[in-house]
């Protein structure tokens, strides 16, 4: 229930506001006072949806997201809900991450700050999955840390950890924009097991909690049933869906594309076959799909994300720069973090192939699906 994307669409005509003053000017006739009452402002005073906030402030679907007036009390309104919404997200990341941060933690149960120290927490961050690079880089941000504060105690080391950390992920953090255009097409890829048509039905879930409507594209004509789980997330959304029995993945997605256009649709969400990247052939026939949804919409597609399986480690890195040089990746949606002792492989994205992590889940539940923030993760990790 939080902002998992920033709504931006151009703003329409202001003309429901202006009416409110209206019943300032002097005696009018008694017929106008029915024009004056505050309906319009009543609509909008209510505390909009926690996700996003400021997507259905006010009756309209395109004035509120843009002017500052409406998104200000709308952040003040719903500050309370959040906090304790995010909160309860905070709980379940620092659980789900324990896996991989207990064999890093444990690093700082002594008593002194030595080159033991940096040794143990070296092959703790390798054992991650963090990655020479980026464990090379947190060692020598630390040390300078420790040096720049005078630090002494262990417990001290560690919190300057997760500030290093957190520098280091924070360029991995971006929102995903939906309304810039229409609609916005997204196309998703992943290996098979990633989690990826289930991440689908749970980002379609919150688009349309968010009076965003979606069209799904059933293009993964590769993976036996995989049309028909996707058919299960669209009824349970009450979301159309376009699919079609053994029909090449190209024409679905272009069909889907199509029809989103004539539709008017907000979003088209076009689920691609799983396949390994040394799969050669099916990368070919992903590039394909990607040059297909070009052909119906000469911006699309907006969005190209990989769903990562966070128990993969290095091989999930790997993974991205071979689909990020095969369809050009814009994002990354990282699923299953709570089952791995691998979570360092979000380090090594950030210092070798820094490609934005959207979203990140820690669980099978659909709140467990949500934005990426970068001190939140550290911190978390570290606790």
Avoid at 6 to 35: D, T, V
Avoid at 120 to 142: I, K, N, P, S
Wanted: hydrophobic share 45%; charged share 20%.
């Amino acid at each position: 229930m939080f902002s998992f994307f920033r709504k931006k669409k151009p703003a329409a005509e202001p003309a429901g506001l202006p009416h409110a003053p209206a019943p300032a000017s002097p005696p009018p006739s008694p017929a106008a006072e029915p024009l004056t009452p505050p309906p319009a402002p009543t609509v909008m005073a209510p505390p909009p949806p926690a996700f996003p906030a400021t997507a259905n402030a006010s009756p309209a679907p395109m004035p509120a997201l843009t002017p500052a007036p409406v998104s200000a009390p709308a952040d003040t309104s719903a500050d309370a809900a959040p906090s304790a919404e995010r909160t309860g997200w905070l709980t379940r990341l620092k659980s789900g991450l324990k896996k991989t941060g207990s064999s890093i933690t444990t690093v700082f149960t002594g008593t002194q700050i030595d080159d033991a120290l940096y040794e143990d927490l070296e092959t703790a961050l390798l054992m991650a999955d963090t990655g020479v690079a980026a464990t090379e880089h947190l060692l020598a941000d630390l040390k300078r840390r420790v040096k720049d504060t005078r630090a002494t105690e262990p417990a001290q080391v560690k919190a300057l950890l997760a500030d290093a950390l957190a520098e280091l992920l924070a360029p991995l953090e971006k929102p995903l924009v939906v309304g810039q255009y229409h609609p916005t097409v997204i196309m998703v890829a992943g290996v098979n097991g990633a989690g990826k048509t289930t991440s689908i039905g749970k980002l379609t879930k919150h688009l349309a909690d968010a009076g965003c409507t979606v069209l799904l594209a059933a293009a993964d004509t590769f993976r036996a049933a995989a049309r028909e789980q996707l058919g299960v997330w669209a009824d349970r959304n009450r979301v159309e869906i376009i699919s079609q029995q053994g029909a090449d993945p190209s024409a679905v997605s272009f069909d889907a594309v199509a029809a989103g256009r004539a539709r008017q649709t907000d979003v088209v969400l076009v689920d691609t076959a799983g396949r390994l990247p040394t799969q050669l052939h099916l990368m070919d026939e992903l590039k394909k799909i990607r040059r297909v949804v070009t052909k119906a919409d000469i911006t699309a597609p907006h969005e190209v994300l990989l769903v990562i399986d966070g128990n993969t480690g290095q091989n999930a890195l790997a993974q991205v720069k071979a689909f990020d040089d095969a369809i050009q990746l814009t994002g990354l949606v990282v699923t299953k973090l709570d089952g791995t002792a691998k979570g360092g492989v979000l380090a090594a994205i950030a210092r070798e192939k820094p490609v934005p992590v959207y979203f990140i889940g820690v669980g099978e539940k659909l709140e467990d699906l949500q934005t990426f923030n970068a001190r939140e993760f550290a911190h978390a990790l570290l606790a």
